[in-house]
């Protein structure tokens, strides 16, 4: 028995050990749980090393604590094992690991190869590896150059991983448009859908920008504020128009203002989030007492209870960047970033049209029962998403990981605890981001214009 559940283990059907109560699975979507399983886990284990509180709780509740440190030379009192250092050295590990996984995945176009049956299988091995890379990791010497040069590796892992989010959203906006515009070449509702999401995209991004300028500026001071959210609303009327421009329409039928309201919408969202991630602003009053401004009133009593507000923005923070790995990594996406997109007579128009279509009947034709869940086995004629593609969007994610936990280039004072404390850092990636994000959607409407002769299927 115990041979039978190693081998499992270790096998291409770990998935078939599950319940039988738990929904069918397919093998292309259980392997990228497995992944991203691993990918939580460590997540976790740097937020833990991360926290203050818990390493005082362990010092307080774990007996003979001093002598456990110095038995694993981390120190009197784990001080190697807690703090941005040991983030950076567990998230070292983990990034070799996807990275390495990139290199070994490179050209897998077949699911019956052995390179294939190793991704797709071996998750106890696999896990011991990941484990050992990243307590080897604590042992690299001359470990101040390491986390300097690391530093640095970090930071432009981060940026390229948000550019790639960045690009997506782009590409996803274009789809958008592009799947209902091809529904309204044969149904009038689908003009109307169109019609009605617009409006309901620019009614939620003019709000927004109201909603800040009233709650985050002030007539005396607040001038960051006041100029970022007067360029950042200016800016995103600017792209609006430029995409109802007659010259962009005629190399670009199906450019719209559904594409504008999107990137509209993200660009005050992230606006918004720059603006609350801002130190915040303190002046004296008539009493000289310091009065906190450019920050709505209630968001102060919000900030009390802070172990509830970090535990509940740090799990929406790395849901989305799990989302953000797994919807970005399938093969649709990949040859996106590459300039391949599906032509517009192929399109058929859903409501849920980032979803493929079911009917899909080779995935059917293979489906084992192993005395637990349910395994469908799609990738019998071939792989369905880019394995090397997978791995080193994971690759990226663990270095934005590392360097958000570590408040990026506030390190030495970071802490999971004052995880949503205001940082000058934070705020310029995110209002950078919004620039780059808008330059990106500006630049899929005027290349046409500036290079008449190369085609474009945006």
């Not at 996406?333 to 128009?349: D, H, K, M, N, P």
């Not at 979803?355 to 469908?376: F, I, N, Y």
Request: proline share 2%; glycine share 6%; hydrophobic share 45%.
């Amino acid at each position: 028995c115990l041979t039978f559940q190693l081998a499992c283990c270790c096998g291409t059907a770990a998935c078939s050990l599950c319940c039988k109560c738990c929904p069918k699975i397919k093998q292309s979507t259980s392997t990228r749980f497995m992944y991203a399983l691993y990918f939580i886990l460590v997540t976790i284990i740097c937020c833990v090393m991360m926290s203050t509180t818990v390493a005082n709780e362990m010092k307080t509740h774990i007996p003979f604590y001093k002598q456990m440190c110095k038995g694993i030379q981390a120190g009197e009192m784990c001080e190697k094992l807690v703090g941005y250092s040991a983030v950076y050295k567990v998230c070292f590990g983990m990034a070799c690991f996807f990275f390495l996984f990139f290199l070994f995945t490179i050209k897998i176009n077949s699911s019956k190869s052995c390179r294939a049956y190793i991704h797709n299988g071996f998750w106890l091995i696999k896990l011991i590896v990941l484990a050992a890379m990243c307590s080897g990791a604590f042992f690299i010497p001359d470990q101040d150059t390491f986390l300097n040069a690391w530093r640095y590796v970090g930071a432009t892992g981060g940026f390229l991983f948000i550019a790639i989010q960045l690009i997506l959203l782009v590409e996803f906006a274009h789809k958008w448009n592009k799947n209902w515009t091809a529904g309204a070449n044969h149904k009038q509702v689908w003009n109307g859908l169109l019609a009605l999401v617009t409006l309901i995209l620019y009614s939620i991004a003019v709000a927004a920008l109201v909603l800040m300028a009233l709650f985050y500026t002030r007539s005396e001071g607040c001038m960051y504020n006041k100029v970022l959210i007067g360029v950042n609303g200016g800016l995103c009327l600017f792209v609006s128009l430029v995409a109802i421009s007659p010259c962009v329409q005629n190399r670009q039928p199906h450019s719209g203002l559904l594409q504008s309201g999107v990137i509209s919408c993200y660009v005050m969202y992230l606006t918004f989030s720059a603006l609350s991630s801002k130190p915040p602003e303190t002046i004296l009053d008539e009493n000289n007492r310091n009065i906190t401004i450019c920050v709505p009133e209630f968001s102060q009593g919000l900030h009390r209870d802070e172990n509830l507000v970090t535990g509940l923005g740090t799990t929406i923070l790395f849901g989305c960047i799990l989302y953000s790995c797994l919807t970005s990594t399938t093969r649709a996406s990949s040859e996106a970033l590459r300039g391949i997109y599906a032509t517009a007579e192929t399109e058929v128009a859903r409501c849920c049209f980032c979803c493929v279509p079911d009917g899909d009947a080779d995935a059917e034709e293979h489906v084992e029962k192993r005395g637990g869940q349910t395994v469908v086995y799609d990738e019998k004629k071939g792989t369905v998403y880019s394995y090397a593609y997978f791995h080193f969007v994971f690759f990226l994610a663990s270095l934005y990981v590392m360097m958000t936990v570590t408040h990026w280039f506030h390190y030495e004072s970071a802490q999971i605890e004052k995880f949503f404390t205001g940082t000058w850092s934070i705020f310029w990636i995110k209002m950078v981001s919004c620039w780059v994000c808008i330059g990106l959607y500006l630049w899929t409407l005027i290349a046409p214009l500036c290079c008449p002769t190369r085609e474009f299927s945006v």
